[in-house]
């Protein structure tokens, strides 16, 4: 196959001899034989692995006239170039140092060859090659033809994806796409949001006219002889008082429907988050953190709520409230009005600076508060250790540095918060001084020459409107890094949404009524991560009712094979067949109804121990429950609980032992009466004697049912119908427990060696 | 030395003595390790890498099995050493940041465009506090989404406005 080479680098590769254009494939990385970056192209063709090693350089094109498209070219500077032919490869392999990586090949006289070094972000890529050479070596087939999407760098600036599966460029999805997103969002609530905006604008209103009737019409309309409303002071009291009443009323009216109208659009994000929760592999989950999944869901929908449910209607009030009072003022007098609206960008540009200034400071403290938590955390968490091993003063030495580091932060905040905040105020009282100065200048004016000036009235309503412009200035500074995070946690909100889960249910699946449980892998491969193969060609087959056991060392891939069964994951090739139907073709009902799984690692949810047992059924009987807790052996612990099986477990409640834990969801896993059976390392947590104990329990259940048992005691393993032994997630040995003792191979040597452990601990066979 | 703990050590010691390390005929590092009757590749890595840079090396196989261990590069010939440094420059390469030239934060992501010693550098690092690591209380590693780690060498040495753009972090 061939990729889009430069033409010079394919220019140039002919020359050297090398085919490009017969290239089975060919890559970019970007490091030469010595460690120093630069592009690198490997090209794969019969004849072997040819690799320039180059810099590339844009260049200006000599005859580039105003018209032509291209203006520019890529000039070609030669470092190095490498050749080894296809005949004297044998294999080819990657070699991970610390920060690098190095693609070597195995030589068919036995010597081992370096090709290049290259860069983790090249990883992919050159396992690819690597894997393709291996299956172009066993079956001969040559890599199928496709086209790169992009080298995990956003196409249109050139930065690393975050992540590189996703394929999101948080530097370029820009706001307007996000703000685009959520409408639909408000969409539902068309109509309270529009009555927000209507009492918005009301508002902004009728906050003008305060200033108005308390100063302009009660000093020149209502106590002067000669105003218009001379003595009706009442009439004023009574206009104010309803003014008043009438913006409180809008107000509330304001608040209550945006508050409603954020709760509901805050919840439906949630409700939209857990839905696509549910909806994604769980490869998803294991490749971030718990912690922060939780953190995103609960403070970003809360982020956006307090932006939308406070911030947006008090910006827009602010807003509106300073383009009326503009508009008033200059009316009255433009050159006070210029007075009072010359300072503002510059007040405006001093907030913001201080709160960048804060955010700094606050986030370089949140960062000291966090290690003074770890070190108080750690040292109470180990006190045992440190008293046992005489450290209390190095930890108290320990506690006091990351201590005073913290006090030292707060006390940079407090200082500067004591200073910036009263010189910022101070400066906007001297711009208040300046418009009694000029507007008092005016008032006499006007007394000499009666209208060149202002009225006393005119005056003071400037006053009160100067601090209508001035006050909000400290919340638009804010206003903006609010909006800064509530788009932040938007992006986060819809990546989380939009996320597209890697294993899927296909259209039309099938849906089998019932599940004999004939259990196939045929040639299963897969890796977690690229070029790190888990599963290696991979087959068995468990005819239904029967037992398999898998055998291995720790990391040698059996849980892998359960994932696989269980679709948690989907294999790269090969097949996995229940009844001769491909999981991949089975609906999810089919696969999480006839299949069950207790693995190692058990999970309680918060609940009685009854509910946890009827989690895989819940309209299971008590008699059923208790049943299956019997078959289990969790009946005798949960018996010495008062509230027996109606205790409460799970986070902060009666905590489990792991062994105990592992006995309810073995209960929980009977109960649902599965076609097949997946113990994975299922008694693992608990002590010989009690492992022994529900051994007998478990053979009933498992007799005449598919059960695949992964076990690391070999002992519980000896009644399984077949055997499979497991090194680097391949199958090395296959038998009956009998067979494979007098094989003498992998599986003698480990039981051989349990055999022995346990006889040292006193427990005979 | 603890007590009984000197037969363990001595008899992973390796040393001019008991091993002989070269270059394969394409550059590769081999050796020759008759007690542990090896003769091939070998890989080496540091047991404590970021303060004992060329003591306590740890020589493995393909397989990561152990043959044994360097307690110093003092222990070889020069030219043995001087190979045997060379193959843990290699191992441990990583670039080292000279000026950070803009760092910017979004969502969590911190996007660092840098100048280094291999040039001019741009990377991405996820959730950059668990990203730094300190090697020491001056010299700190950062590990981008790849993988890939770049070393800043001195803390105190950077200038000042790359250091007013990174001590968020620290």
């Known amino acids: ?765 | 030395m603890i007590k009984g703990m000197e037969m363990i050590t001595a008899s992973l010691r390796l040393t001019g003595e008991n091993a002989c390390f070269a270059l394969n005929a394409n550059g590769l590092l081999t050796a020759s390790i008759p007690a542990a009757e090896h003769r091939g590749r070998v890989f080496l890595s540091l047991a404590f890498p970021f303060e004992r840079e060329e003591e306590y090396i740890s020589v493995q196989t393909e397989e990561k099995d152990e043959l044994g261990m360097i307690r110093s590069l003092e222990d070889f010939d020069a030219e043995t050493a001087s190979l045997l440094r060379a193959e843990l420059k290699k191992k441990y390469f990583c670039p080292k940041l000279r000026k950070i030239l803009k760092l910017v934060e979004r969502n969590g992501n911190t996007y660092w465009d840098c100048l280094s010693d291999q040039g001019d550098l741009s990377f991405t690092v996820r959730d950059v506090h668990r990203s730094l690591i300190r090697a020491s209380e001056d010299r700190i590693f950062v590990v981008d989404v790849d993988g890939c780690r770049y070393e800043i060498e001195s803390i105190a040495g950077l200038d000042r406005k790359s250091l007013a753009k990174i001590e968020l972090y620290l």
Request: glycine content about 6%; overall charge neutral; hydrophobic content about 40%.
């Open chain 1, 1 to 765: 196959m061939k990729r889009h080479l430069p033409e010079s680098v394919c220019a140039s590769l002919k020359a050297k001899g090398a085919s490009p254009d017969e290239a089975f494939l060919s890559i970019k990385t970007d490091m030469a034989r010595e460690q120093v970056r630069c592009d690198a192209y490997t090209v794969w063709s019969t004849d072997g692995f040819a690799t320039l090693f180059c810099l590339e350089a844009v260049k200006k094109k000599e005859d580039a006239s105003f018209f032509s498209r291209t203006k520019t070219e890529t000039v070609l500077q030669e470092l190095d170039y490498h050749f080894i032919s296809a005949d004297e490869v044998e294999s080819l392999y990657v070699e991970e140092l610390i920060s690098t990586l190095r693609l070597v090949a195995r030589r068919r006289d036995g010597e081992e060859e370096c090709l290049f070094y290259a860069t983790p972000a090249c990883r992919k890529r050159v396992y690819e090659l690597t894997e393709a050479f291996e299956k172009y070596q066993k079956d001969g087939t040559v890599p199928e033809k496709r086209e790169r999407r992009g080298e995990g760098r956003c196409p249109r600036c050139g930065t690393p994806f975050s992540d590189p599966e996703k394929r999101t460029c948080a530097k370029c999805l820009g706001k307007r796409s996000l703000v685009k997103k959520l409408l639909p969002f408000f969409w539902r609530y068309k109509l309270q949001v529009a009555l927000v905006l209507f009492t918005v604008l009301l508002t902004g209103a009728v906050s003008v006219l305060f200033p108005y009737l308390n100063s302009r019409v009660l000093y020149d309309e209502v106590l002067k002889e000669s105003g218009s409303y001379y003595g009706m002071i009442l009439g004023l009291v009574l206009m104010l008082a309803g003014v008043s009443l009438l913006n409180a009323v809008i107000n509330m009216l304001s608040t209550m429907v945006s508050s409603r109208v954020a709760a509901w659009v805050s919840y439906d994000l949630k409700k939209t988050i857990f839905a696509a929760f549910e909806r994604l592999s769980f490869s998803f989950f294991t490749s971030r953190h718990t912690g922060r999944l939780i953190t995103q869901v609960n403070s970003d929908a809360e982020t956006l709520y307090w932006f939308f449910c406070d911030g947006v209607p008090y910006f827009l009030t602010n807003l509106l409230q300073m383009i009326g009072v503009g508009v008033v003022m200059l009316s009255v007098n433009p050159i006070l009005t210029l007075v009072i609206v010359l300072p503002i960008p510059f007040v405006f540009v001093g907030y913001y600076l201080v709160l960048r200034l804060f955010r700094r400071l606050q986030a370089e403290n949140h960062t000291r508060r966090s290690r003074f938590n770890g070190v108080l955390s750690d040292v109470l968490g180990g006190m045992r250790v440190v008293k046992a091993f005489s450290r209390e003063e190095t930890e108290i030495g320990r506690f006091d540095k990351t201590s005073r580091e913290l006090a030292a932060s707060r006390l940079e905040i407090d200082t500067k918060n004591h200073v910036i905040f009263p010189l910022l105020n101070l400066a906007m009282r001297l711009t208040s001084y300046l418009v009694w100065g000029i507007g008092g200048y005016f008032v006499l004016k006007e007394a000499s020459s009666p209208g060149n000036g202002i009225s006393y009235g005119e005056l003071s309503m400037f006053v009160g409107y100067l601090a209508m412009l001035y006050n909000p200035l400290n919340f638009f500074a804010h206003f903006f890094g609010q909006m800064a995070s509530a788009l932040n946690s938007l992006q986060r909100l819809f990546e989380i949404m939009e996320a597209e889960p890697d294993v899927k249910e296909k259209e039309n699946a099938v849906h089998l009524s019932s599940v004999r449980g004939e259990v196939e892998f045929k040639n299963v491969n897969f890796s977690y991560s690229p070029g790190k193969r888990t599963i290696r060609d991979v087959s068995f087959r468990v005819p239904a009712g029967q037992t398999l056991g898998i055998v291995g060392h720790t990391g040698a891939g059996k849980s892998t094979l359960a994932n696989l069964l269980t679709r948690l994951y989907d294999a790269e090739s090969g097949s996995i067949l229940i009844d001769g139907v491909d999981v991949r073709d089975l609906s999810f009902a089919t696969l999480r109804e006839n299949v069950a799984i207790v693995s190692q690692e058990t999970y309680l949810f918060r609940g009685t121990i009854k509910d946890n047992i009827r989690y895989a059924r819940p309209d299971a009987t008590d008699e059923e429950v208790l049943a299956a807790g019997l078959a289990a052996g969790c009946h005798d612990f949960v018996m010495t609980f008062p509230e027996g099986y109606n205790t409460r477990v799970g986070m902060d409640t009666k905590s489990l032992s792991g062994g105990e834990k592992q006995r309810v969801s073995i209960a929980r896993a009977i109960l649902k009466d599965p076609a097949i059976l997946i113990l994975d390392e299922a008694t693992a947590a608990m002590d010989t004697k009690t492992e022994r104990k529900i051994q007998s329990a478990l053979a009933a259940i498992t007799k005449d049912r598919t059960t695949i048992t992964i076990a690391h005691r070999l002992s519980t393993l000896r009644d399984a119908d077949s055997l499979i032994v497991i090194e680097e997630g391949k199958v090395v040995e296959r038998g009956t427990h009998e067979s494979l003792l007098k094989k003498k191979g992998v599986y003698h040597k480990l039981y051989t060696l349990q055999m022995e452990a346990m006889k040292t601990i006193g427990i005979e066979e």
